[in-house]
């Protein structure tokens, strides 16, 4: 069973910089599709980041390239999202998803399969 639980988020000044986490747990067999996503409150979820587990390439939201940057630990089984240069836009709840069709990933969140509950990510000017 497929588990993702997120943490690292908190509050931070703009300019700053983040890391948050996603641990994993049931994803040892095959490769994956692996996202970060993020809603903030009254829209929609968008995406973030992804990465292919297998092939290790890594695809950003245009709004953040330059800013972030996804990487996956294997020896921890974790997935981190670093974001610099905070702003205010960036408060968001942040979530970490994942799915088995990691020969076409997903773009769309609704099409991945599996969702961590998310953590909260505050940006104060």
């Known amino acids: 069973q497929v588990h993702l639980v997120e943490s690292g988020g908190g509050s931070v000044q703009a300019g700053g910089s983040l890391r948050v986490s996603c641990a994993t747990s049931g994803l040892s067999n095959g490769w994956w599709c692996m996202g970060w996503f993020r809603q903030a409150r009254g829209a929609e979820r968008e995406a973030v980041a992804r990465?292919?587990?297998?092939?290790?390439?890594?695809v950003y939201a245009d709004s953040m390239k330059g800013r972030v940057t996804v990487s996956l630990d294997n020896a921890k089984n974790t997935l981190v999202l670093e974001i610099n240069r905070l702003a205010p836009d960036d408060t968001a709840m942040y979530y970490c998803?994942?799915?088995?069709?990691?020969?076409?990933?997903?773009?769309?969140?609704?099409?991945?399969?599996?969702w961590g509950r998310g953590t909260q990510v505050t940006v104060s000017s």
């Open positions: 990465l292919n587990t297998r092939s290790g390439n890594t």
């Open positions: 998803a994942a799915d088995p069709r990691w020969t076409l990933c997903p773009t769309d969140p609704g099409e991945f399969s599996y």
